[in-house]
């Protein structure tokens, strides 16, 4: 996944590296890799440009170019991102509680710096599940 600013930070707090190494394991724990002995498939991600939701955008597109070339999956992976904001409301009667908000595919403009966000991926295989997330001050991959 090419960061098209060239600054270094691809999404989410999280470095190109980062999401490529994300990118990179939710795409091979779908392809049926004893299908293709000794060989690589290599698959290439460039953002031109972002309007939020690069990551989730990025794994569905090469979801998609894998599917066109043919290439044998145990699964198909489809992938959003979940903003939690804060809800700018009064908070009722009782000010002591936040209300939270999420966003499915926030556009640039929601994914301020600062917020929660985490990319979802699921697939039609209940043996893999991952996840992107960031809390605003860097990005962690959880996979399980």
């Known amino acids: ?13 999280a470095t190109e590296r980062e999401v490529e190494r994300f990118l990179a394991d939710a795409l091979a724990a779908t ?20 309007d939020g939701s690069a990551v989730g955008t990025a794994l569905n597109a090469a979801v998609l170019a894998l599917m066109d070339a043919g290439v044998e999956m145990v699964g198909l992976p489809v992938a959003t991102t979940c903003l939690v904001t804060e809800d700018g409301g009064d908070g009722g009667a ?14 640039a ?9 985490v990319v979802i991926v699921v697939t039609n295989s209940s043996s893999n599940a991952e996840a992107a997330g960031s809390d605003g001050g860097g990005a962690g991959i959880l996979s399980s």
Do not use: M, W
């Open 94 to 107: 009782d000010k002591t509680k936040t209300k939270f908000e999420l966003r499915l595919d926030p556009c």
């Open 1 to 13: 996944a090419d960061d098209a600013a060239g600054g270094g930070k691809a999404a989410y707090g």
């Open 31 to 50: 392809i049926r890799t004893d299908a293709y002995p000794r060989t690589v498939i290599e698959v290439v991600v460039q953002l031109l440009k972002s």
């Open 109 to 117: 403009e929601e994914e301020a710096p600062g917020e929660g966000a």
